[in-house]
């Protein structure tokens, strides 16, 4: 490793290094470094230190904007919108890769199978090599995708699961007539009187109770695909139509008849308001595909076998399944009397040729899998679909994809690849990432876990705070040197290997919280229980059981025993609608402890909200105070603004251009489109008038630009603001803007500004807090200020139970539960439990060698 540094120190000039000159990316001050080649370099810093701006803000944008520009010359005029990095000159800088931590858009057709490419590979198998009926002619490997017209399941359309909708969903009161809304499902207003007027023409009664009307008039008006264009006469009931239709008199207008199912169907899939999707969804059902057995593709394709099994049951297997399943396939010698799958023999006899496309696919998939099991991600099934992934296993997924790709000369910068990690997984990834600058690849990478610190050539230290008080190189060289860097907030995380600060004595169990029996994914009949009143970390390998066990079987089984539902957000799209669909029911339930608790607070990592119309004020509520400030005004009075007028979500007050959004989007032809700030109001959100009210010299738009830090400085006076602001920085995140958009928040930060809003409330003790990875993207000293927090809350007569694998956290609980030993099947069990310092001694556990006691 140090030797590709000293190479670095001999050949540092434009030709062998990558130079940064003036780069000012958001809080970048005017910034110059200079960065190895053909190294690991890790940018590190505080959360909001700017090494982000400098790593993919500034490093990546250039990169990509100069890889534009060179292929898409036709699109010149559009790119230029694409924002570029404000910075002087970089030098020596080749073609960028970008991992980063974002879902993306959820796609129920996108899979652990598509990301790594492996499904490319399974099809081009089952084409070429796999077993078919006698008499079936060959199909194409795209029949073999459920993203193809050819391989498609017509009933589902090749998701595997089908929406439908019920006479029960339907009609909730069967006593009804339709004229008293007996369809429920049916539109409201002149809409819904609309289609009980066309039935009237058709002859139906719509005054008679609905269980009163014949099946098959109900399964008509309810189910059928028809669509009769037909007179309608307002005013008339059923005789008074008859007559009308039979003397040919003129209507009052022409009206088309949709049936009920095709109406919520037709919303579902066409409507763009997310209101109408709640409404309809609450009449669809989801359930298995009858026709493929949710496989998602025709017959014809899983009739043909591979191994024994479909391509849809190997699609159901995990990645070291997988591996077990095709090792024989690619190992295999056909002439010898003990190949495990006669019937393939005799089949590969009569087409040897079969038998050598077998044998080279398997071997380039399973090379394929080996690459992600080593990044610990055996456990994971081939169907698993990208929006029930974690971010960080999304990240590792895509990480090996690449390693397999054998690209050299890029530079990979990727987005705190170990979030997520197990410590024992993270030695792994280390491997992984030295495999790619074997390859002749550079590493850049933004992270906060130290072990890839340690294990870096070169740090990029960013700082020395947060937002306005950051934003300049602290430090730039090996390892090593970072140790006498007195203002680094690295350093001293770095050059230590106990965890002497956050040392506390060690808090007793107030009581005990006893579960028995759970069943949740890989946990099957698990007893376990919880201390109350004291913090307690559950750790264990990545797919242990951990979230299964504490965010999902804990959470749902105290909600129930509160009398609480657990509130779900309603279905807009397909991707919701599969993924309740894919929470199954959980086993067990509580032996004792509920009389201890009275409240439950799940603060987990999903988004504060899934569009940029949501951010930080909305959510901690602090705008609405700010709203009303602004309407208080002399010039809001005078001329009639309420607070409604200072939302960018109601057209009173928001640019009509990009309808408070701040941004429109550009398509970018044959590229993904991309967002480009508002041409009318420069990314300000409001009109003209709106803007022309200022509070203590600030417009609304300048107010949300500003950071909580600065925010704490303008609104001194106003307790309201103050006590919000307060919390947010109390967790860390002085340096985010009030108007930062949810969808710019990483599942960090939005934990964190659940957990804030909470610390705004008072305590009352007998509170159960139970959150997911709260470190994620947080540096050392970060973690610190956020253990204050958790630990406050426990000091006043809270309980704090946390999944996670910051093994900093983990040694300064007072209790641990570890899970495993392994991941998936080989997990669900509980390894080890007690105060950190037993657990250190477990034989067993994973977790043990790595806790700081």
């Known amino acids: 490793m140090k030797n590709r540094i000293q190479n670095h120190a001999k050949n540092s000039n434009a030709q062998h290094g990558i130079q940064v000159r003036g780069a000012r990316v958001h809080n970048l001050k005017n910034i110059d470094v200079d960065l190895p080649r053909d190294a690991l370099v890790v940018f590190t810093g505080i959360s909001g230190s700017g090494k982000s701006s400098l790593a993919f803000g500034t490093l990546f944008a250039e990169s990509q904007r100069r890889y534009l520009d060179s292929v898409a010359p036709y699109a010149r005029r559009l790119i230029d919108q694409v924002e570029e990095p404000d910075v002087d000159v970089i030098e020596g800088l080749p073609p960028a890769v970008a991992l980063q931590q974002q879902r993306g858009t959820p796609s129920v057709r996108s899979s652990v199978a598509s990301v790594t490419t492996i499904s490319n590979a399974l099809r081009m198998l089952y084409s070429r090599a ?254 698993r679909t990208t929006p029930t992934l974690s ?15 054998q690209l050299f000369g890029v530079v990979y910068v990727l987005d705190e690849p170990s979030a997520g990690l197990h410590p024992a997984d993270t030695q792994a990834l280390l ?111 990545s797919g242990s059981g951990k979230s299964s066990l504490v965010s999902q079987a804990l959470v749902e089984l105290v909600n129930e025993a509160l009398g609480k539902d657990v509130v779900t957000q309603a279905p807009t799209d397909e991707a919701d609608l599969l993924e309740q669909e894919f929470e199954a029911p ?6 004792s402890g509920m009389d201890k608790v009275s409240r439950l607070v799940n603060i987990n990592q999903k988004a504060i909200g899934r569009t940029p119309r949501s951010n930080l004020a909305t959510y901690t509520g602090l705008f609405d105070y700010v709203r009303k400030l602004f309407a208080a005004t002399e010039t809001a009075k005078a001329r009639g603004y309420d607070a409604g007028r200072f939302s960018f979500n109601t057209p009173k007050g928001r640019c009509p251009n990009c309808e408070g959004l701040g941004f429109v989007s550009v398509e970018l032809l044959f590229l993904p489109s991309v967002y480009a700030p508002c041409q009318v109001c420069h990314g300000q959100r409001y009109n003209d008038e709106t803007l022309e009210v200022t509070y203590r010299d600030k417009n609304i738009a300048e107010v949300l630009s500003l950071t909580v830090e600065k925010a704490y400085e303008f609104f001194a006076n106003e307790a309201p603001i103050l006590r919000a602001l307060d919390a947010l920085l109390q967790v860390g995140l002085g340096y985010l803007r009030l108007g930062q958009p949810a969808t710019e928040l990483s599942g960090g930060e939005a934990q964190r500004i659940k957990l804030a809003t909470e610390l705004q409330r008072i305590q009352r003790g007998d509170t159960l807090y139970i959150l997911d990875e709260p470190t994620t993207g947080l540096h050392p000293a970060d973690v610190s200020m956020l253990m204050a927090q958790l630990n406050g809350l426990v000091d006043s007569g809270n309980t704090v139970i946390m999944v996670e694998h910051d093994m900093q956290v983990a040694s300064s609980s007072d209790w641990i539960i570890d899970m495993g030993p392994g991941a998936g099947d080989a997990g669900g069990q509980i390894v080890a439990q007690g105060t950190p310092v037993k657990v250190a001694q477990s034989k067993t556990s994973r977790t043990a060698p790595f806790l700081l006691v």
């Open 130 to 383: 796999g077993e078919y009926p006698a008499g079936q002619e060959m199909l194409y490997a795209d029949a073999f995708s459920p993203n193809t017209p050819e391989g498609a399941c017509r009933a589902c359309s090749g998701i595997g699961r089908v929406f439908d909708v019920t006479e029960d969903l339907m009609v909730p009161d069967d006593t009804k007539s339709i004229r008293e809304r007996a369809i429920a499902s049916w539109p409201g207003a002149w809409q819904g009187q609309n289609l009980s007027r066309i039935l009237t023409t058709l002859g139906y009664d719509i005054d008679t109770p609905w269980h009163k009307l014949p099946k098959k008039s109900r399964d008509w008006i309810l189910f059928t695909d028809e669509t009769p264009t037909v007179p309608v006469y307002p005013e008339y009931n059923l005789e008074q139509t008859r007559q009308a239709l039979e003397q040919g008199e003129k209507p009052n207008y022409m009206g088309t008849y949709i049936s009920a199912r095709n109406f919520i169907l037709k919303s579902f899939t066409t409507t763009q308001s997310s209101r109408v999707k709640k409404r309809v969804s609450q009449f669809m059902q989801i359930s298995v595909c009858p026709e493929c057995h949710g496989k998602k593709l025709k017959k014809e394709s899983l009739a043909v076998k591979f191994a024994g099994l479909d391509i849809g049951e190997l699609s159901q297997l995990t990645l070291t399944e997988l591996a077990t399943k095709l090792q024989s396939a690619a190992h295999a010698h056909f002439n010898s009397p003990n190949y495990e799958h006669n019937n393939y023999e005799q089949n590969y006899e009569k087409t040897p040729e079969k038998a050598i496309v077998a044998q080279r696919i398997t071997s380039d998939i399973l090379a394929r899998v080996e690459a992600l099991t080593k990044l610990g991600l055996g456990y994971l099934s081939l169907e």
């Open 431 to 541: 491997g992984a990432l030295d495999e790619l600058i074997a390859a002749g690849n550079s590493v850049f990478v933004v992270e906060h876990d130290v072990s890839v610190i340690r294990h870096a050539d070169w740090v990029v230290d960013v700082g020395p705070k947060a937002g306005v008080h950051g934003g300049e190189i602290v430090y730039s060289g090996p390892v090593e040197g970072l140790q006498g860097i007195k203002e680094s907030s690295t350093a001293q995380y770095l050059f230590t290997d106990k965890n002497s600060e956050n040392k506390q004595a060690l808090r007793q169990p107030t009581a005990w919280l006893k579960l028995a029996e759970i069943e949740r994914n890989n946990i099957q009949g698990l007893d376990a229980e919880f201390p109350l009143g004291v913090l307690t970390s559950v750790t264990g390998v």
């Open 391 to 405: 971010p960080g296993e999304l990240q590792r997924l895509r990480l090996a994809t690449q390693i397999r790709s």
């Open 586 to 591: 959980i086993g067990g339930y509580i032996v």
